[in-house]
C-alpha cells in the first residue's frame, strides 16, 4: 500500500543541523510533488512548503527560507528536508505528505526534532 | 498569509449533528475548489477526510461532509461517535499559490 515511513527522532542542539527523510514506498516518487508541514508542541499544522518531484525545485512558504533546504533523492524513492543552524523555536514534529493537488495523503508519520542545550 | 479562522473547540452528545467552519477570504476559501479538511488524534499523524471542497476518499466514513459557502467552508459530522474525537484542520490553496490551514477545532464528544 501507499505510505511515508519517515526517520526516528532527533535531539540536537542549538547550531546545530538536521536531515529528515521521509521514504516513499508503494508508489514512484516522481509522480507526486511532496509537502512538508511543521507543528510546534500544542499547536496548529504550518505549511512549510513543497517540491517538484520531477525537476527537484523547491518552493518554500514565508518563513521557512534561508535555513530549510528541500531535497530528493529518487533512486532510493526518499525525500528530505534539512534544517541547518537549529533554533530552540524549531522543535516541533514534522510531517512529509504527498500532494494530489493542494490536498494531502497520505501523510508521514511525523518525526520529533527537539532543539536543547 | 494568515490561517484560515476555526472554532477552538466544538462539542457535541454521541448521535448529534456538528458543524465546523473554516472562514477565510476571496483570495483562498472563496476562490478555489482546493479546500480540504483533516483529522488528527493526539499523537498520530493528519488524516484526510475531505478534499476538493466535498469530495470524500474511499474509507472515510459516510457521517463525513464538507461544503463551502462564500469565503467559509464547513465540515459536518453526523451520527456523532466517540472515536470522532480529535482535532479537525481545515486547508486551502490561496492566490499566492501557498497552502494556508486553519487554526484547528478541538471536538469533543460529551
Known amino acids: 500500500q501507499v505510505q511515508l515511513v519517515q526517520s526516528g527522532s532527533e535531539l540536537k542542539k542549538p547550531g546545530a543541523s538536521v536531515k529528515v527523510s521521509c521514504k516513499a514506498s508503494g508508489y514512484t516518487l516522481n509522480n507526486y510533488a511532496m509537502n512538508w508541514v511543521r507543528q510546534a508542541p500544542g499547536q496548529g499544522l504550518e505549511w512549510m512548503g513543497w517540491?517538484?518531484?520531477?525537476?527537484?525545485?523547491?518552493t518554500y512558504a514565508q518563513g521557512f527560507t534561508g535555513r530549510f533546504v528541500f531535497s530528493l533523492d529518487t533512486s532510493v524513492n526518499t525525500a528530505y528536508l534539512q534544517i541547518s543552524s537549529l533554533k530552540a523555536e524549531d522543535t516541533a514534529v514534522y510531517y512529509c505528505?504527498?500532494?494530489?493537488?493542494?490536498?494531502?495523503?497520505?501523510w508521514g508519520q511525523g518525526t520529533l526534532v527537539t532543539v536543547s542545550s | 498569509q494568515s490561517a484560515l479562522t476555526q472554532a477552538a473547540s466544538v462539542s457535541g452528545s454521541p448521535g448529534q449533528s456538528i458543524t465546523i467552519s473554516c472562514a477565510g477570504t476571496s483570495n483562498d476559501v472563496g476562490g478555489y475548489t482546493h479546500v480540504s479538511w483533516y483529522q488528527q488524534h493526539p499523537g498520530t499523524a493528519p488524516k484526510l477526510m475531505i478534499s476538493?471542497?466535498?469530495n470524500r476518499p474511499s474509507g472515510v466514513s459516510n457521517r463525513f461532509s464538507g461544503s463551502k459557502s462564500g469565503n467559509t467552508a464547513s465540515l459536518t459530522i453526523s451520527g456523532l461517535q466517540a472515536e470522532d474525537e480529535a482535532d479537525y484542520y481545515c486547508?486551502?490553496?490561496?492566490?499566492?499559490?501557498?497552502?494556508?490551514f486553519g487554526g484547528g477545532t478541538r471536538v469533543t464528544v460529551l
Open positions: 517540491i517538484n518531484t520531477n525537476t527537484g525545485n523547491p
Open positions: 505528505a504527498r500532494d494530489q493537488g493542494w490536498w494531502f495523503d497520505p
Open positions: 476538493e471542497v466535498s
Open positions: 486547508s486551502s490553496y490561496t492566490s499566492s499559490a501557498t497552502l494556508v
